[in-house]
């Protein structure tokens, strides 16, 4: 919920009066299991994309989404899903395979449990609260620039594909509410 996809979302839900149950890295594995007891709908927005230690991609990204699977098939509750990926789960990296796993698990999920599930593979996302350095091309390319640091672009030919976090949050309060 403190990462710049879940910032946003939570700030979203709360303006719409809706009730939220934030976790973070920070939080104890019982609270964890208490909001996914309590949960109408869940968000899974964690994941790691630049670990220290790529054995992280595997924990991170497909035995966290396990843990939250398994927690909400225990309930029998049908509990709808939202898994945010990455289109890099297209590509073989040990990132892009770890999110592709975690799509699987969660695709099991809604098959076993007929629960609603939906992944969302997520471009170039950017916005307020965008970590330069970290998660967005756009915020260090605008901050190299205000802070006059070269820019460097790999490729000129490559296509990119934005999209803009208030979009992002809107499509998946659309869900929430429809």
């Known amino acids: 919920s403190r990462g710049f996809v879940g910032k946003n979302l939570c700030v979203f839900l709360r303006e719409r009066q809706h009730e939220v149950l934030e976790v973070d890295r920070t939080t104890s594995e019982s609270d964890f299991l208490r909001c996914l007891q309590e949960a109408d ?71 076993t449990t007929g629960a609603a599930s939906y992944i969302y593979r997520l471009p170039n996302v950017f916005g307020k609260w965008c970590k330069p350095n970290y998660n967005s091309f756009v915020a260090t390319f605008c901050f190299n620039v205000h802070n006059g640091l070269d820019i460097s672009v790999h490729n000129p030919e490559a296509p990119v594909t934005l999209v803009y976090i208030d979009d992002v949050c809107s499509a998946f309060l659309d869900l929430l509410d429809g």
């Open 41 to 111: 709908f869940v968000f899974h927005l964690a994941g790691i994309n630049r670990p220290s230690d790529p054995r992280e991609f595997q924990q991170g990204n497909v035995d966290l989404t396990r843990f939250i699977v398994e927690i909400l098939e225990a309930r029998n509750s049908g509990v709808p899903l939202v898994l945010t990926s990455s289109t890099q789960a297209e590509n073989d990296t040990e990132y892009g395979v770890s999110k592709l796993a975690a799509e699987g698990i969660v695709r099991s999920y809604s098959a």
